[in-house]
């Protein structure tokens, strides 16, 4: 009950927060990649050229999109896997901790 209360108090202060955010303001959202190529332009003078290319560029914006969406969702299952099977882990050796207590008690003789 603890945990989901702290889930939730973040849930609602992460809420909170992109809510004042976006509606104060007049925001440009743009990527990162955007942000670190502004820089580089402004502390080049505009005389850098990229030394890589990518080996593939996604035929259109909603591909490149769908790709970082799949990644990040393979990701959060990988984490949500392990964060389970630990989670059950601990459950479990709580579980057997508390047996072992209980039979050690019921195995004393009585006075």
Do not use: C
């Amino acid at each position: 009950m603890k945990m989901e209360l702290i889930v939730a108090a973040i849930l609602v202060v992460f809420i909170g927060a992109f809510a004042y955010v976006s509606s104060t303001g007049n925001h440009a959202w743009s990527g990162s990649d955007d942000q670190a190529g502004n820089v580089i332009d402004k502390l080049t003078g505009g005389t850098y050229h990229p030394w890589f290319h990518s080996v593939w560029v996604p035929p259109s914006p909603e591909i490149e999109s769908l790709l970082f969406a799949l990644q990040a969702s393979i990701g959060s299952i990988i984490i949500g896997y392990f964060l389970g099977y630990y989670r059950a882990m601990a459950k479990m050796n709580a579980a057997a901790t508390s047996e072992e207590q209980d039979g050690e008690l019921n195995a004393r003789p009585a006075r």
